[in-house]
């Protein structure tokens, strides 16, 4: 019994270890750059990507085995029965909310665009000539996650009115109004959040 309870802890540790790893690669450079200062930090985790299909194997192998543990019928033994209620941690509920937290990780990492609005409400540009367009090539992207982590981020500064961000080309173009913002600004936010910029020209 000590050993099966102690199984459903490491496997249920273990889908929750390997779901959070697998938005390592954008939440590690976050960290660095927000903790320690480290620019461009998000070139550090660019192996993870590959990662990613065995976390998410790892993941749901350990909710399996988990559930196997919590639902597989028991053979009662009178002499031994225990009716004291189980801790949080080794109930139902908590192997239930575990299990929601491994999915929406798992969606957070691929298909982040369900959580991201990168829509603009109420940008009106009073004079062409204050409108300007530049691209960015960005070191450091390794997923949709990173397209969406920039086009969001980018989308919150007054001023910009439109975003498109490749991590596959590793390039962002971005369209803003010069009244409102500028480019140092525009960069200090996608540098802020890890990834390097390594030269900007007009698209």
Same mark, same amino acid.
């Given at each position: ?10 496997? $249920?540790?273990?889908?929750? &270890? ?29 192996? $993870? ?5 065995? $976390?998410?194997?790892?993941?749901? $192998?350990?909710?399996? &085995? ?21 801790? &949080? ?8 909310? +575990?299990?929601?937290?491994? +999915? ?10 369900? &959580?991201?609005?990168? #829509? ?6 009073? *004079? *062409? ?32 009115? *439109? ?5 596959? #080309? ?31 020209? *007009?698209?």
């Amino acid at each position: 019994m000590a050993i099966a309870k102690w199984n459903k802890k490491v496997s $249920l540790g273990t889908a929750v &270890f390997s779901a959070v790893s697998l938005k390592l690669c954008c939440w590690g450079p976050l960290l660095l750059t927000g903790v320690a200062g480290i620019s461009g930090s998000s070139v550090y985790f660019s192996w $993870l990507i590959a990662l990613k299909p065995y $976390l998410l194997g790892i993941a749901f $192998l350990s909710l399996g &085995f988990a559930f196997y543990q919590v639902y597989k019928k028991k053979k009662v033994d009178c002499g031994s029965c225990d009716t004291a209620k189980p801790s &949080f941690f080794k109930s139902k509920f908590y192997l239930w909310l +575990v299990t929601v937290f491994v +999915v929406v990780m798992t969606l957070v990492s691929y298909y982040p665009q369900i &959580f991201y609005s990168t #829509e603009k409400v109420g940008i009106v540009a009073t *004079n *062409n000539t204050d409108i300007q367009s530049i691209k960015l090539n960005i070191e450091g992207m390794v997923c949709s996650g990173c397209e969406e982590n920039i086009n969001h981020s980018v989308n919150e500064i007054d001023g910009v009115t *439109n975003v498109s961000t490749s991590y596959e #080309e590793e390039t962002s173009i971005i369209v803003f109004d010069t009244t409102k913002t500028n480019i140092n600004e525009i960069k200090k936010v996608i540098q802020s959040k890890g990834y390097l910029i390594t030269n900007t020209k *007009n698209p």
